[in-house]
Structures are given as structure tokens and as C-alpha cells.
């Protein structure tokens, strides 16, 4: 018997992320060594010294078949990813969404992880990169000496430290008899513009106004720059202030009949397709109801639906659509790959999901087998082609959602939104399922037969 010692993967973090990360390459055969720096050293949301500690809510999302976060949560159990096996393993009555019971379910992923006979645990900050293929899964609050290092890797521009992100809307759900294309002067006409006589602008103003902010936590609180003020503080200050600023009508007039409005609020394209499109400086913190129903005040957008809300909060992300390439590597240091919300996600299920395709990614890299990424109809699989493709400028994190992936297009008296949904969400779980089932083939038969390129594995 010859033991050839395996090649080793470095995994930065032991969050959601990071453990769907070593999870995954330890399945492959890959041995890793796993950071985290709690509790010795913790961050100013977490409690406890336990991997994949839920910070907040206890719940992944609706597992519906009409759900974005349903399509998400059954490709992950279908790959089976550590989170959401352990999330089955340990939930909890909740209706129709997949909550746990957060200390099992954190017991869950730490026991698997430190019984894991190829994961070596170090209970210690990492202070620098990995030195050779790695993980980065250090998530929102990032330690400082990690930040510092990260952003001279990828330079200093493209390391956010707050999320400060504006409503994206669903673009079948705005009224395209009232939004107009144009470009402010005469500029390419790439925004959706909605008008305001004077009177909607008052209504708006008044509900704007009276909406209510989300209180955030001391460590929470940010010092606005100028340039990314709230739209309620704008409010705050005055009147006139949102319609000087990014509501301003100047050089909006209407393309056909010429007139000019009171205030323009802008909706700026979020994807290749446009099927997801933001609001134009109307970063916000109001609680989701509110924003719910302030939007809806603004003419076009009636029947909006939010497919992500708009937050204000401490975030360490990258700036993805420069940096990584959607099989989540970092494109000028390829064997580094970043998972989580560092890589634009948001939310538990999302940094999990990310976590097991950078861990899937960085494992095969070590065994010599190319990259995969998921197949496009599939939730993972749009994810991250969004994060590699976005608009790099103003790139917010982003969750799952039915923007992402192509839904069945609404047709007079075909079925409804739901039905349609339900169509995607089938098409997506099969093509991931199919695409899991010839990856592993295909890793498979890359392992067994020994590829030149294979690195060292245990040998019988
Ligand atoms: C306050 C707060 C509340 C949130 N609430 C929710 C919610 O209710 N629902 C939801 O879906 N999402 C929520 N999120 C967003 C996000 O989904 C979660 O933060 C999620 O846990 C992110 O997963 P992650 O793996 O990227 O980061 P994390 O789960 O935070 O994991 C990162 C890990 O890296 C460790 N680490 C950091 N730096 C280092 C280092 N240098 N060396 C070693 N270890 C390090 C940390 O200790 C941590 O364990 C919240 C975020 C915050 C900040």
C-alpha cells in the first residue's frame, strides 16, 4: 500500500459559506484546513464558538415550488450540501419556510465538519491569503487584518464595506404604458423613466416621510458618504431635496409628447436580460412593509414587486462582476476562490449554495479536473452567471430570485404567475440534477483513470 499524501485546500471561515465549502471538497477527497476565528476572536454579531451560527432569523426562506428560495434550497439538497441537510435534519413548524432549530442545527454542521477524518479545524484568525489553492468564506464582517490583506490582492476600489442597495424591481411587474426610455440630455436611452406630476410627488412625499426606518444595531450605524445618502434623509431635508437629487426631472422630458414633470424617479437595467431593474439612488433602510408601499406610490411601478429590498448595513463584499468569473474563482488569481456574501450573495441559503460550488470549484482544481458551473435554468447556476456578469457599477449583493432565471414569459390567458413559476422551478431542478449526475460521472472517471494532471490521492 503506498500513501501519497493529498494535496491540501485552505478554507477561510466556518459560516454558511465556508462550511458548504469544506464539506464539499472533503467529499472529493481533498483534505482541507479549515479557519475559524471564533470565539477566540468573534464578531460583533455572532454568539458562539459553533460553525454556520444563524446571526439573525432562524429560517432559509418558503420552500415552495413558486419560491426562488425553494428552487435554491432543493438544488442544494439534491447536491447534498452540509446546510441544508443539516436545516432538514433540525427544522422546526413554520409554515411553509424551512426554519430550524439554531442550535442543533449549528451542533449539526460543527460535529460533521470536526468529525470529518479529512478536515484539520484551526480555531484561529487567518491574517493572510491562502498561499495556495483556497476558500475565502469570511463573510460580512470580515476581520480587519483578512480585509487589509483581500483588498490589496484585488485592489482597493472593489472591497466594499457597507451595503448600501436601492429596491430592485421585477420587470414584469412594471407598467411599461407609463415608464419611458430616455437618457438624461439626450444620453443613450438605457434607464426606464417614471414621471411625477405634483401631486403623486406630494403623495409619495408624504408616505416617504412617515415610512419607518430599521433600527440598526450601534455597529450597524454608517456614516454616509454624500453621494449615497438615503432617499428618506434626502426626504428629511426638505421638500424639494429628492427632486434636486436623484428624482431630478432636468433633461427627462417626455420622448413623444415633450412634457416635463415635476420629479423623474429612474429604473436602471440590473441584468443582461432585464428582467431585474433598480431604482436610481434611492438607497433606503426603511423597514420592508413601508418601502413596499412607498414604491408602490411611484407612477409605473403600482403593481411592483420587490425582488430585493433595498438595505443599509455593514457588508465586506467584492465587487464580483469585476474580480470573479462564475465558476466563483477570482479571474487574475485563479486559485482563489470567494464564497458567500464576500462574493456578492446575500442570505444564509445563498452564501451556503456559493460555498459548496467554490469548494466543489477550488477540490477539483486540486484534483486536476476543470471548473463546472451550474447549468443556467437552475437557481445556483444563475446566481453566480449574475455575479460574474452584472453591472459592476453600484454592484449590490444579490439573493435568489425569479429575475434571475428564466421564467416561462406571461401570455394573455395562459397560466398565472405561480403556475409559470412552478414550470421554472421544475426545469431548473431537473437541469441541475442532470448536471450534477454528469459531473460526478465525469469526476469520476477523471479520479479513476488518473489523469496526468490528478494530484496525489490515497492510493490502495
Ligand atoms: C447582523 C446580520 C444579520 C443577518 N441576518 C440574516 C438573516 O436573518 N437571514 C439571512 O438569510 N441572512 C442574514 N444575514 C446575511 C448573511 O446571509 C449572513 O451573514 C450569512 O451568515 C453569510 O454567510 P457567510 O458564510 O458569507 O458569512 P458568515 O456566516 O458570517 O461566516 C463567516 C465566518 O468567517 C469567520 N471569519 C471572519 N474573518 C475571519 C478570519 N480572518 N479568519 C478566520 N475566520 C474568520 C467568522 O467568524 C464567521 O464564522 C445577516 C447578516 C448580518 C451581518
Not at 102 to 113: I, N
Not at 302 to 326: F, K, Q, S
Request: with cysteine; glycine share 10%; charged share 20%.
Amino acid at each position: 500500500m503506498t500513501i501519497v499524501r493529498p494535496a491540501r485546500l485552505t478554507v477561510i471561515g466556518a459560516g454558511m459559506a465556508g462550511s458548504d465549502a469544506a464539506w464539499a471538497a472533503a467529499q472529493h477527497g481533498v483534505a482541507v484546513d479549515l479557519f475559524e476565528m471564533r470565539p477566540a476572536t468573534t464578531t460583533p454579531a455572532h454568539r458562539t464558538g459553533n460553525f454556520a451560527e444563524l446571526v439573525c432569523s432562524n429560517s432559509f426562506g418558503g420552500e415552495a415550488r413558486s419560491n426562488a428560495k425553494g428552487l435554491l434550497q432543493a438544488e442544494m439538497l439534491a447536491a447534498g450540501g452540509l446546510v441544508m441537510s443539516a436545516a432538514a435534519a433540525t427544522r422546526v413548524p413554520a409554515g411553509g419556510a424551512v426554519a430550524v432549530d439554531r442550535e442543533r442545527f449549528s451542533d449539526f454542521v460543527t460535529d460533521t465538519l470536526r468529525r470529518h477524518p479529512l478536515i484539520t479545524v484551526h480555531t484561529e484568525e487567518a491574517t493572510e491569503l491562502p498561499s495556495g489553492v483556497g476558500v475565502i468564506a469570511s463573510g460580512p464582517l470580515t476581520s480587519d487584518a483578512l480585509a487589509a490583506r483581500l483588498r490589496e490582492r484585488v485592489g482597493e476600489p472593489f472591497l466594499g464595506f457597507y451595503d448600501a442597495a436601492a429596491p430592485v424591481i421585477a420587470g414584469e411587474s412594471i407598467d411599461h404604458g407609463v415608464a419611458y426610455r430616455k437618457g438624461r440630455y439626450g444620453q443613450a436611452a438605457d434607464y426606464l423613466n417614471l414621471p411625477f406630476s405634483r401631486a403623486r410627488y406630494e403623495r409619495f412625499y408624504e408616505a416617504l416621510s412617515a415610512a419607518r426606518r430599521h433600527l440598526p444595531h450601534a455597529w450597524e450605524e454608517l456614516e454616509f458618504f454624500e453621494g449615497c445618502v438615503p432617499i428618506e434623509e434626502l426626504a428629511r431635508r426638505g421638500f424639494d431635496t429628492p427632486r434636486f437629487g436623484p428624482m431630478k426631472p432636468v433633461g427627462l422630458e417626455h420622448p413623444v409628447t415633450g412634457e416635463r414633470f415635476f420629479a423623474v424617479a429612474q429604473l436602471r437595467q440590473e441584468d443582461a436580460a432585464g428582467r431585474m431593474w433598480s431604482l436610481v439612488g434611492f438607497q433606503t433602510g426603511l423597514k420592508w412593509g413601508d418601502q413596499l408601499e412607498v414604491v408602490r406610490l411611484i407612477p409605473g411601478l403600482e403593481r411592483a414587486e420587490i425582488v430585493r429590498y433595498g438595505v443599509m448595513h455593514r457588508n465586506t463584499y467584492l465587487c464580483a462582476p469585476r474580480l470573479l468569473d462564475a465558476t466563483l474563482a477570482l479571474r487574475e488569481h485563479p486559485e482563489l476562490f470567494i464564497a458567500g456574501v464576500l462574493a456578492g450573495t446575500e442570505g444564509y441559503l445563498e452564501s451556503s449554495a456559493t460555498g459548496w460550488l467554490a469548494g466543489t470549484n477550488a477540490a477539483r482544481r486540486l484534483l486536476g479536473l476543470p471548473p463546472v458551473v451550474p447549468p443556467e435554468a437552475s437557481m445556483l447556476g444563475a446566481l453566480v452567471r449574475f455575479l460574474a456578469t452584472a453591472e459592476a457599477e453600484g454592484f449590490q449583493p444579490m439573493n435568489a430570485n425569479w429575475g434571475l432565471v428564466p421564467v416561462p414569459a406571461k401570455q394573455r390567458r395562459g397560466p398565472g404567475k405561480r403556475e409559470r413559476r412552478e414550470q421554472a422551478y421544475q426545469q431548473g431542478l431537473d437541469a441541475f440534477v442532470s448536471w450534477l449526475g454528469e459531473m460526478r460521472s465525469g469526476a469520476a472517471a477523471g479520479l479513476v483513470a488518473g489523469t496526468p494532471e490528478a494530484p496525489p490521492v490515497r492510493q490502495v
